[in-house]
């Protein structure tokens, strides 16, 4: 009988040394990429004028570093995305003999975030996660129409809220996929947001 109890009492002490061991191999800095799809909108209600304006869907690439314990991660983020451009092609009007109505807006917007997670079941294989951040984000908007330019930079207050869930290849390396919301504050009275979808990769260090 006691031969039996120290065995039992050695396989428990050794599994919780083991699991100590592997969760704290889950804990530590961290550095992570992500990649995905990026696409503003823009509620622009400037006496009716509509100049700004979005177009389709942007690749977005972005690198982090962190830190995790347990449930929580904290991390900052440069979240660098391609060029949004929105075109509308000029109507010819025969009376003037040539075409008018071509414009084009482009937005440049890059973030610089602080961003916090909380993984709901940390050490399982896979664990769903919420996430929220705030930061800066410069925005840079170039309207070019018939009779000129004009040109919109603003660096703003920017936060985000999002989720998504971890899928745990080792202790050390994951991979994340989610979705986040962000808003851009205002560019001269036109409200800025964006809803990005992403794929990336967390290496433990």
């Not at 800066?136 to 000129?148: A, I, R």
């Not at 962000?182 to 260090?205: C, M, P, S, T, W």
């Amino acid at each position: 009988m006691l031969k039996k109890f120290m065995i039992y009492t050695s396989l428990l002490v050794a599994s919780v040394l083991y699991a100590s061991t592997a969760n704290a191999g889950c804990n530590g800095l961290y550095l992570g990429v992500r990649g995905g799809v990026s696409k503003p909108t823009i509620d622009d209600n400037s006496a009716g004028s509509n100049r700004f304006d979005t177009g389709g869907k942007d690749l977005m690439l972005s690198g982090a570093l962190g830190y995790r314990y347990n449930y929580f991660r904290a991390e900052v983020e440069y979240i660098w995305r391609d060029t949004n451009e929105k075109k509308t092609k000029p109507v010819y009007e025969p009376i003037f003999d040539r075409y008018v109505g071509g414009s084009k807006g482009e937005l440049d917007y890059t973030s610089y975030m602080f961003n916090v997670y909380l993984d709901l079941l940390p050490y399982s294989w896979f664990t769903p996660y919420i996430s929220a951040g705030i930061g800066m984000t410069t925005l840079e908007y170039t309207f070019t129409y018939d009779d000129g330019t004009d040109d919109y930079d603003e660096d703003n207050f920017t936060w985000s809220v999002g989720g998504g869930i971890s899928a745990k290849m080792t202790n050390r390396f994951n991979i994340d996929v989610g979705y986040r919301y962000f808003d851009f504050g205002k560019l001269d009275g036109a409200q800025l947001h964006n809803h990005e979808v992403y794929g990336g990769l967390r290496y433990i260090l």
